[in-house]
């Protein structure tokens, strides 16, 4: 926007200038004299147009850096919350009928690191954050809450539904061996985002349904009873 404002006023003064120059009598400017000018405005021009189109792409970037996990290139927790914390405004404003959260966590990761190490242990939680990101693509958002654990939000999903496709993702990723050779299997929590109460709430809900899930022998999805 400020490049094209300088584009516009530099269009003004050479206009200025081409008026004023057929209507004096001084010999001292002269054509060549505005085309000097025209020359340094297009310069100055793509001067600023490149500093502004610079810094914008750096915003970009760093705006993204600030939402986004390292290691595996999923949302982080900044980004999931301010999600989860939207979602449960349209829902008090009756703008969404259903939002469900998941808590995702991976079986036995301790166990995993300490026989492979930490090194090993970081690529199964990118292979981890790739197959949750292939399976969800654009039915929901998927982050790495932290640690070993991830979230899903699926907005317009009843929590029966959202058990479902739990269900259907736990066994998506069981069926695809991991980056360490052997199965990699992942326990979930779910349970649904509602207007009366707030969404911490909903957080805790989620992870003792995830504890559940453990209690229960790991690789299984349970659903936050009210």
Known sequence: MGAWITGSLFLYVIGFMAVVIQHTEMRTLGFGALLNIIEVCIALWFLFRFYEGSRESAYRALEIQSITD?????????KLDSVVAEQHRQLAAGQLNHSSVVIADIDNFKEINDRLGHIQGDKVLQQAARLLRSF??????????????????LPDYS?????????????????????????????????????????????????????QAKQAGRN???VAID
């Open 159 to 211: 929590v029966d539904q959202a058990k479902h496709y739990s269900e259907l993702l736990r066994r998506y990723i069981a069926d695809n061996d991991a980056a360490f050779g052997q199965t990699l299997t992942m326990s979930f929590g779910v349970a649904e985002l509602h207007a009366e109460a707030s969404f911490e709430h909903t957080f805790i809900k989620a992870d003792r349904a995830l504890y």
């Open 220 to 222: 299984c999805v349970m």
């Open 70 to 78: 390292k290691l595996t290139g999923l949302y982080n927790r900044i």
């Open 136 to 153: 969800t693509r654009d039915d929901g958002i998927v982050g790495r809450w932290g640690g070993e654990e991830f979230m899903l939000i």
